[in-house]
């Protein structure tokens, strides 16, 4: 399940991408072609089929309506799969995943309060060790 949610996040970025880097033809005219309005229209034109299927009334069922979004949901998932770029993402994301993991594992038998505990420690230490580096780097420079 979050491996569907972070494939769906990356085709939105993915697809965000390829919108603005895109090229925009020079033959555009008033507002559609001026820069402000270049990525508006990219995701406009981008969107369109979505768009234009709800204008009306589809004319099919609701198990036709759901049988085309599972098979264009399969469409996209093995265009993901297919996918270099997106393949690429997703493996540079599994050590942040595993990271996530772990963590959560740890956490997860932990009480409130032993977390407070903890991380209380941490910074004690954290700001013990920074103070007596920038002490020493005091008493180095004024030698």
Not at 14 to 20: E, I, Y
Not at 22 to 29: D, L, M, W
Request: some cysteine.
């Amino acid at each position: 399940m979050r491996l569907s949610w972070i494939l769906c996040g990356a085709l939105l970025v993915a697809a965000f991408g390829f919108v603005l880097a895109g090229p925009v033809e020079a033959e555009q005219s008033g507002e559609e072609g001026s820069s402000r309005w270049r990525t508006f229209h990219a995701l406009k034109n981008f969107f369109s089929p979505v768009t234009n299927y709800f204008r009306g009334l589809p004319a099919k069922t609701p198990s036709d309506v759901a049988t085309d979004v599972k098979d264009t949901v399969t469409d996209v998932k093995e265009w993901a799969r297919d996918n270099e770029a997106i393949q690429t993402l997703v493996g540079a994301l599994v050590p942040v995943k595993n990271w996530l993991k772990e963590k959560a594992n740890v956490l997860q038998d932990k009480t409130f309060k032993e977390m407070y505990d903890d991380v209380k420690t941490r910074v004690s230490t954290l700001d013990e060790h920074i103070g007596s580096w920038i002490e020493q780097r005091n008493s180095q420079k004024y030698k």
